[in-house]
């Protein structure tokens, strides 16, 4: 009988070196990242700062590059393929679609620096392809965070957008994501008052590597709130 305090003792110090064996061999949290170049631009911050803690990944094309989700034409084509990246099962998506919807096309189909040519996908369709789109994402139980699309600036562009048409499409994303329960992470609004300060100079919708930096913090803050 003096030995059974011995033999517990031994028993539980297993059975904790077995638990600790046990979370340390769990796999990480998964994390997809879909979105256009402006996601491009954040996954590595997102990819550096979660490194110890989970395994993040985006959408990459056969020569090994980021692969751009575009708008949301491409995002109804593409997300079945793309949830099913790494053998799929994730615990938290975080997305965008907006500037690729939003920019001015020509009648033959190249991208346009005219206000007076259409927008590739009017604020209607672009709201019927993100619904499908989340549709197929809550279908997957992971957590989904939905990121505002940012600004662009009023300037001359290579390729015309309008900041209004962004601020109408992040309304109607956002009244989606609100029916649908869907967490949102607002980028827009972190990035409009520091525009200057984080964008290319001079106009252009793309980030420094320091802007890049800073939404990278701010999805990392997001998918922490997430989990």
């Known amino acids: 009988m003096k030995r059974l305090p011995f033999l517990f003792t031994l028993a539980a110090s297993s059975l904790g070196f077995s638990l600790l064996n046990h979370a340390a061999d769990a ?5 997809l990242i879909l979105g256009d170049s402006i996601s491009i631009g954040y996954t590595p911050v997102v990819q550096k700062l979660l490194a110890d803690a989970m395994t993040v990944l985006r959408p990459m094309a056969a020569n090994g590059k980021a692969e751009n989700c575009s708008d949301t034409k491409s995002g109804v084509l593409n997300i079945d393929r793309w949830l099913q990246i790494d053998g799929g099962k994730w615990n938290v998506i975080h997305f965008n679609w907006g500037l690729h919807d939003v920019k001015h096309m020509k009648a033959d189909g190249k991208v346009s620096d005219q206000a007076s040519d259409p927008v590739n996908n009017t604020v209607e369709v ?4 993100l619904r499908e789109i989340v549709g197929k994402l809550k279908a997957t139980g992971a957590k989904l965070i939905f990121a505002t699309t940012t600004p662009c600036p009023e300037e001359p562009m290579k390729v015309f957008r309008s900041n209004a048409d962004v601020i109408r499409y992040n309304e109607a994303a956002l009244r989606i994501m609100k029916e649908l329960g869907v967490q949102v992470n607002d980028l827009y609004t972190f ?14 919708v793309h980030y420094t590597a320091e802007g890049s930096q800073a939404l990278g913090e701010q999805v990392v803050k997001a998918i922490h709130a997430a989990r």
């Open 27 to 31: 796999p990480k949290p998964r994390v």
């Open 191 to 204: 990035a409009l008052p520091q525009l200057k300060t984080i964008q290319i100079q001079p106009a252009n």
């Open 126 to 129: 672009y709201e019927r392809n």
